[in-house]
């Protein structure tokens, strides 16, 4: 993968973020939590990570080592578990539930003050000062993690492929070229679904390289992504 490019994003929340949205995407509640399968995404979302060369805190390497830690103490019987000193249930997923909760709690609150600033803005006439304000979420109207996950299944798909001749050939893609493709593939004007964009990518590397091309333009307001629906077929429209 070439090294011109280093990803920078100022968009990661925390690892707790990361959880409630792998809990939201499985719509599960929060205290009904799988500790494998949350264990399993949480740690394709930290290969994901690595693949894209993303710079995340430490916070994110803690959290998983903690979530394998809580899953290997599950699958023990109750009787040989190690011991908790400050341990009051039974359950090893009880501590992190409730550090969801309470963080959630907050989320909520913050979202509710937030929405409410928005109401009490709007009763006033304003001039527009300059043609756009900016974006509550610095990647549009599209979580980081929303496209980290799609990212993810483009992955999987060239996974699939039992043997990849552009990666044998070495084929090289830079961030540049890719950003001239993803402009021209937009030019219409017409909204492109975050699929079509890989569509003709044939190696791991090819797809890489277009993702990050996709968050520079992303980063520099040329590009939005949007969804009817939460975890909705991403789109991409020009700004």
């Known amino acids: 993968m070439p090294q011109e490019y280093k990803v920078k994003l100022e968009v990661f929340e925390g690892p707790l973020d990361l959880l409630l949205y792998l809990i939201k995407k499985d719509e599960v509640d929060i205290y009904d939590i799988s500790l494998e399968r949350i264990t399993s995404q ?16 430490g916070e994110f390497v803690v959290m998983a080592a903690n979530l394998i830690y809580l899953k290997s103490r599950a ?46 803005s709007n009763l006033f006439a304003r001039m527009a000062d300059t043609p756009d304000t900016a974006p ?14 799609a990212f993810n ?32 593939m937009t030019s219409s004007g017409v909204p492109l679904k ?7 990518a044939a190696s791991r590397t090819e797809i890489v390289v277009t993702f990050l091309a996709l968050l ?15 975890f909705a077929e991403i789109e991409l429209r020009r700004v």
Request: glycine share 0%; net charge negative; aromatic share 10%.
């Open 42 to 57: 949480y740690l394709e979302f930290m290969d994901a990570f690595k693949a894209l060369d993303l710079e995340l805190a």
């Open 75 to 120: 699958l023990l019987p109750a009787h040989v578990q190690p011991p908790e000193e400050e341990a009051e249930e039974d359950d090893p997923r009880w501590d992190l539930i409730r550090q969801l909760v309470e963080y959630k709690k907050f989320k909520d609150a913050a979202a509710q003050l937030s929405q409410r600033e928005l109401e009490q």
């Open 136 to 149: 509550e979420r610095p990647l549009g109207d599209v979580s980081v993690f929303d496209l980290i996950n």
């Open 153 to 184: 299944n483009v992955l999987k798909r060239i996974a699939t492929k039992s043997e990849d001749l552009r990666e044998i050939f070495e084929e090289n893609f830079s961030v540049s070229d890719k950003i001239d493709f993803i402009m021209k």
């Open 194 to 200: 975050f699929t079509e964009l890989f569509a003709s």
């Open 216 to 230: 520079e333009l992303i980063r520099l307001k040329q590009l939005r992504c949007v969804q009817e629906a939460p």
